[in-house]
């Protein structure tokens, strides 16, 4: 195996790092997603020396490699905020206010989608907007997710207080409890390097659970694991 990256900006200790999360998989490619992570937690977005970096580690191609980067919508070619807001506009969100959370973030940013606000006189943080698909929080809809912690039951008033708040550099914390980090902090997370906030906030909300507790209370159960295969068999 090539393991020698080709000429980098990334310094010695990303390149470390690179190869620590490729040692962690019994197939070494299996690794490549974190290592994206990690680069985007490094130069704040996909690199060609990014993408170089992890191909000669990987012994792929630079095209395997983009192949992968460009499928993915969390891997971005062009920059971001220091705060990445998603909106959800999904169905349920967007019918529960989410469309009009995310025209009134654009409005007030003056951006479109997927762009970074313009960093205004005394704004210590920079914000990016981006509609987002469903996040499978539908029961706290709708809602708004900054460098991918959720912010629950939002509406246009208080996703504008947040952004201003978020640019001002005061700290923000999810509706689930975690201190809001900066995407590139974010970032080294989701490559598999914590930064100790896992047990801040619950596990999961009364919406989560709310199905859970009227089926408890009548006294019902999940069908036995012989239902669905009979359905399928009468189906043939
Ligand atoms: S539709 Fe918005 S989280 Fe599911």
């Not at 012994?59 to 070619?77: H, I, Q, W």
């Not at 469309?99 to 409005?107: G, M």
């Not at 539908?138 to 952004?163: I, L, R």
């Amino acid at each position: 195996m090539n393991t020698q990256p080709r000429a980098s900006q990334l310094d010695d200790k990303t390149i470390g790092e690179l190869r620590e999360i490729a040692a962690r998989y019994p197939e070494a490619r299996s690794g490549l997603l974190p290592m994206l992570h990690l680069v985007q937690s490094v130069q704040g977005r996909i690199t060609p020396e990014g993408i170089e970096a992890c191909a000669a580690i990987l012994d792929l191609s630079p095209a395997e490699v983009n192949g992968v980067a460009t499928f993915y919508t969390m891997y971005k070619r062009h920059g971001v905020g220091d705060y990445h807001v998603g909106v959800c506009t999904n169905t349920l969100c967007a019918v529960m206010g989410g469309d009009a959370i995310f025209a009134r973030l654009k409005e007030h940013l003056d951006i479109g989608n997927d762009e970074v606000a313009v960093q205004r006189q005394g704004d210590s943080r920079t914000v990016s907007l981006e509609h987002i698909e469903c996040n499978a929080a539908c029961d706290y809809a709708p809602v708004v997710m900054v460098n991918w912690e959720f912010m629950d039951n939002q509406t246009p008033e208080s996703a504008v207080q947040m952004v201003e708040a978020l640019r001002a550099g005061h700290d923000v914390s999810s509706t689930r409890g975690p201190r809001l980090c900066t995407w590139k902090e974010a970032e080294r997370v989701l490559a598999g390097f914590p930064d100790g906030r896992v047990d801040e906030g619950p596990t999961a909300g009364t919406a989560s659970l709310a199905g859970l507790e009227i089926a408890r209370e009548r006294g019902w159960t999940a069908p036995g694991p012989s239902a669905a295969p009979a359905k399928e068999a009468a189906d043939d």
